[in-house]
């Protein structure tokens, strides 16, 4: 185990995924978000591929016990990923990263509901936390529902990577119960080649053609989500989970960076105070979850004969 390559890796990981965001809000306003999952995905393909046969794994990782577990997978995540993207046309950068913090929250609850996962009042009071934090994110789109004056596309934007959320949370169930059979090669890979092929579902809903500027930001966004994946799933062999999750907020800074240099974007007060609250219920989650599982090494150390 090496931590502190685990969490630059984590950090890189954030990094590249926060820049291939930024690349699709560039382009939101002109590609359909139906287009843009196209490219994410097919040109994080190569990438994948040519990662699996450095590590000799292009043959024996691919090997798959649960075709059909892959294919909801890829449905439910697709559906997110779409949304997030049409999301990223709506909002600024700040406030799709805020939201999106709910995934996690809501896979406790989700994980409870169809996994059977044993939740105690410590996670629940943490995600109520969190759901407050975003709760706080959303109040000026939910005041616009009620007659606050603000533009109505952001709170279709607000929605939208609500779904978002909530298609995450459940896609990461899906992923809980693969990982039981299947290689972090297989999932990452498959889900790549199904969100391609989900992809073409929208072209009824209007595709464009994009030009040479937008295919090179299309095309690089694609490649930098391949690598992201990549150095997210390879973070995780370098160190603990518990120790490696609280840097996915570093993203926060991040899209604030990117959100004011690139865009613009000035978040309000109440981003930035929802945002704060649902990393600090993120965090404790992490923070609990690393001491009960080394409660539980301690409870198997003990149980194991000595001598």
């Given at each position: 185990m090496r931590p502190l390559r685990g969490i630059a890796l984590k950090i890189a990981s954030v990094t590249v995924l926060i820049g291939m965001s930024t690349l699709i809000k560039?382009?939101?306003?002109h590609v359909p978000p139906g287009e843009v999952v196209f490219f994410r995905s097919l040109f994080a393909i190569p990438v994948i591929v040519v990662w699996l046969a450095l590590r000799h794994e292009l043959r024996t990782g691919l090997r798959t016990r649960v075709p059909l577990g892959h294919v909801w997978r890829g449905v439910v995540g697709t559906t997110a990923m779409g949304l997030s993207f049409a999301a990223l046309g709506l909002l600024p950068l700040p406030e799709v990263t805020a939201i999106g913090y709910a995934a996690p929250l809501l896979v406790v609850i989700f994980a409870a509901m169809f996994?059977?996962?044993?939740?105690r009042a410590f996670r629940i009071s943490a995600v109520a936390l969190g759901m407050a934090g975003v709760l706080i994110v959303l109040a000026p789109q939910?005041?616009?529902l009620s007659g606050g004056g603000l533009d109505g596309t952001a709170t279709l934007g607000a929605i939208l990577m609500l779904g978002s959320a909530v298609f995450a949370a459940l896609a990461q169930v899906f992923v809980r119960?693969?990982?039981?059979t299947e290689k972090t090669a297989a999932i990452v890979f498959y889900f790549s080649v199904?969100?391609?092929v989900l992809s073409f579902v929208t072209l009824p809903f209007g595709w464009v053609v994009p030009t040479a500027g937008e295919a090179a930001l299309l095309i690089l966004a694609g490649l930098m989500g391949g690598v992201g994946q990549i150095l997210l799933t390879s973070s995780y062999r370098e160190a603990d989970a518990s120790l490696i999750a609280p840097f996915e907020y570093t993203s926060m800074l991040l899209a604030l960076a990117l959100g004011y240099a690139v865009f613009g974007e000035i978040p309000g007060l109440t981003t930035l105070g929802g945002a704060a609250?649902?990393?600090t219920a993120g965090i404790a989650i992490i923070w609990r979850e690393s001491r009960l599982g080394l409660e539980r090494v301690r409870q198997r150390k003990a149980m194991t004969p000595q001598g």
């Open positions: 560039m382009v939101s306003d996994l059977g996962e044993e939740v939910l005041d616009s119960k693969l990982v039981s199904s969100a391609t609250l649902v990393v």
